[in-house]
């Protein structure tokens, strides 16, 4: 038997991975806190989607970016669809950026998750400019800050189910 044929039978299924990380996901994100350190909370659900969507293409795609956003706006109570239509399109954007590199390091997915983070921030600005609600930066850079610390942590226990 080849080595491809023997490294495709000894790799892992992560569909119970996936399964449990977004649970531990929306168990954090819905964790009661004090209110000072509640402004601080990382965007699990956001960086769950974009790890699985990223190292597990063939599982994770679009409609995996969809349903993980629809359900971070029912355990988030924000407006349906609005995390939603962030996941949807970050998810899209990276997968498509990201299809001709065979190789995605640490550094590289540091760097992607980063920006998609931002650019969440960024749909989150501009859906809550539309709607008429008050957006304050001052409150958003927080858990931007704490997800990017948070990144290499959900990175090495994830890890093991990379493609």
């Not at 994770?60 to 988030?76: H, Q």
């Amino acid at each position: 038997m080849s080595l491809a044929k023997l490294s495709r039978h000894t790799q892992r299924d992560p569909l119970f991975p996936i399964i449990l990380s977004i649970i531990f996901a929306s168990i954090l994100m819905v964790y009661p806190l004090s209110y000072d350190i509640s402004g601080w909370r990382p965007l699990f659900m956001m960086m769950i989607m974009l790890f699985w969507v990223l190292c597990q293409p063939t599982w994770c795609g679009i409609w995996f970016a969809f349903g993980t956003g629809l359900f971070a706006d029912l355990l988030l109570d924000a407006p349906f669809g609005m995390n939603a239509l962030s996941f949807v399109v970050i998810a899209f954007v990276t997968r498509f950026l990201t299809r001709e590199k065979r190789i995605l390091t640490f550094a590289n997915l540091w760097i992607i998750a980063a920006m998609a983070l931002l650019a969440h921030l960024f749909f989150v600005w501009i859906a809550q400019v539309m709607s008429g609600v008050q957006f304050s930066f001052a409150r958003h850079w927080q858990p931007l800050l704490t997800s990017l610390l948070i990144w290499p942590i959900i990175y090495y226990i994830l890890r093991k189910w990379r493609i």
